[in-house]
């Protein structure tokens, strides 16, 4: 039985991003979340700890209760039924992002960016652009307004579509827009919760202006032809998503 409806389908390729709630069993919740509290050199019963500690990644994307929250479950089934059964390569992992709360912060509205474009401090090689298909945000715990939630620019996958038919792949220094891409929405929720969002949709991390630490784990799905498509720039930018076309 099918995960998604056509209603959520539509939803993805109007908006370029979906949000299903509660898509991870408590088990692996629990399993995801202690494994990344055990990285950590905070004390997760010691919310001093936590603060001002800026944002970090950990580098245990492949462990299996990390890795498992998006490959292997309704939250990787979900994901083919977008872009289509056995199309995407299931070797991938989930790196966790921690965005550790600042409460004395303002906030304000972040920028966004494309993924895979070589900046001084991302680890993308200069002259190289790295590419996927489809992203999966996977929350651990509650993400509160202005809590650090990760934050997408909707539509943003259509306007970067029409550019790069118009544009090269490598022409987007930093991956950052030079022109308005309008209102962005932060994605809050709770342990369980994912977003999925077009490779092409402009993202980031949101300032975390709260108290509790922002877990999220990040895995990008890749089909499994990408390195002979990726320089295509169809008409129809949906030609390659065989749930969604």
């Known amino acids: 039985m099918p995960h998604l409806t056509n209603a959520d389908k539509e939803f993805?390729?109007?908006?370029?991003?979906?949000?299903?709630?509660?898509?991870?069993?408590?088990?692996?919740?629990?399993?995801?979340?202690?494994?990344?509290?055990?990285?950590l050199e905070e004390d997760r019963n010691d919310p001093e700890s936590w603060i001002k500690k800026g944002y970090r990644t950990a580098p245990i994307g492949g462990d299996d209760a990390i890795r498992g929250t998006i490959y292997g479950n309704n939250v990787f089934e979900m994901a083919e039924e977008m872009v289509g059964k056995g199309k995407l390569n299931t070797g991938?992992?989930?790196?966790?992002?921690?965005?550790?709360?600042?409460?004395?912060?303002?906030?304000?509205?972040?920028?966004?960016?494309?993924?895979g474009y070589h900046t001084p401090t991302n680890g993308v090689p200069k002259g190289v652009v790295g590419s996927f298909t489809l992203g999966a945000t996977v929350y651990i715990d509650t993400v509160e307004k202005h809590g650090g939630g990760f934050t997408i620019w909707p539509g943003s996958h259509k306007i970067w579509a029409e550019y790069f038919r118009?544009?090269?792949?490598?022409?987007?220094?930093?991956?950052?827009?030079?022109?308005?891409?309008?209102?962005?929405?932060?994605?809050?929720?709770?342990?369980?919760?994912?977003?999925?969002w077009h490779h092409q949709m402009s993202h980031t991390a949101g300032p975390n202006c709260g108290r509790n630490v922002r877990i999220a784990l990040i895995g990008r799905y890749r089909r499994?032809?990408?390195?002979?498509?990726?320089?295509?720039?169809?008409?129809?930018?949906?030609?390659?998503?065989?749930?969604?076309?």
């Open 12 to 39: 993805f390729k109007e908006n370029g991003y979906l949000v299903v709630r509660g898509a991870l069993s408590q088990e692996q919740i629990d399993a995801a979340l202690d494994k990344v509290w055990d990285s």
């Open 92 to 115: 991938g992992g989930a790196g966790p992002h921690i965005n550790f709360p600042d409460p004395e912060r303002e906030y304000r509205a972040p920028l966004g960016h494309l993924d």
């Open 166 to 196: 118009h544009h090269d792949l490598d022409s987007l220094p930093g991956g950052v827009a030079p022109f308005d891409l309008g209102e962005c929405y932060e994605f809050t929720g709770e342990g369980g919760d994912v977003c999925f």
């Open 224 to 245: 499994n032809d990408l390195d002979d498509i990726k320089f295509d720039t169809p008409e129809d930018m949906w030609k390659y998503w065989e749930g969604i076309s």
